[in-house]
């Protein structure tokens, strides 16, 4: 059974800097594309990115700038960085196996974390 | 910019069948690329539910089916139960975007 388990600093101030990793228990890591989406209190989910096994990213354009998202294959990890938080940063991320642009969508999720960014 | 449009309620009693319709572009839907349907409990992560237009995951039941016609896509739940009450997103590729779009999400109440 593919688990997902997640985690990185909940609470940050403007201007700090996102951090979150994920590590995937079961199944192969080789072969997939590993996501980050997020999703603001009350509103549906943002894509925030993706990432291939062997380390091709793609991002969503309107937050290229300032995502990072890494891979570390010998520890089955992939990690998120958001660069210049700010309040509208605020919301739960979660990891996630697949492709969301692919045929086969995304179909396993970490548990998710709630980040917030106030000061 | 086109986004992906879904009502932002439906509602049916047990038993019933309801259908969720995810209105999208030329750019999106209307392309051909994959339209995959989520369905959330409140406080959980999503769950595919639907990938590649109308097919389900293993565990999924078949009350659940997906289907894409022009630049429009809907899931349909027949036999409605008590614990489909959620709230389903259907999410696709938009060229124009270059990246993954998500629907503003459908909360569906089981009367």
């Known amino acids: 059974q593919v688990q997902l388990h997640q985690w990185g600093a909940g609470l940050l101030k403007p201007s700090e800097t996102l951090s979150l990793t994920c590590a995937v228990y079961?199944?192969?890591?080789?072969?997939?594309?590993w996501s980050w989406i997020r999703q603001p209190p009350g509103k549906g989910p943002e894509w925030i990115g993706e990432?291939?096994?062997?380390?091709?990213?793609n991002y969503n354009p309107s937050l290229k700038s300032r995502v990072t998202i890494s891979v570390d294959t010998s520890n089955n990890q992939f990690s998120l960085k958001l660069t210049s938080v700010t309040a509208p940063d605020t919301a739960v991320y979660y990891c996630a196996r697949g492709s969301a642009a692919g045929p086969r969508g995304v179909d396993y999720w970490g548990q998710g974390n709630l980040v917030t960014v106030s000061s | 910019q086109c986004v992906l449009t879904q009502p932002p309620s439906v509602s049916g009693a047990p038993g019933q069948r309801v259908t969720i319709s995810c209105s999208g572009c030329t750019s999106n839907i209307g392309t051909g690329y994959d339209v995959h349907w989520y369905q959330q409990i409140p406080g959980t992560a999503p769950k595919l539910l639907i990938y590649g237009d109308n097919n389900r995951p293993s565990g999924v039941p078949d009350r659940f089916s997906g289907s894409k016609s022009g630049t429009s896509a809907s899931l349909a739940i027949t036999g409605l139960q008590i614990e489909d009450e959620a709230d389903y997103y259907c999410q696709s590729y938009d060229s124009s975007l270059s990246g993954v779009i998500f629907g503003g999400g459908t909360k569906l109440t089981v009367l």
């Open positions: 990432i291939s096994h062997s380390g091709s990213p």
């Open positions: 079961g199944g192969s890591f080789r072969g997939y594309y």
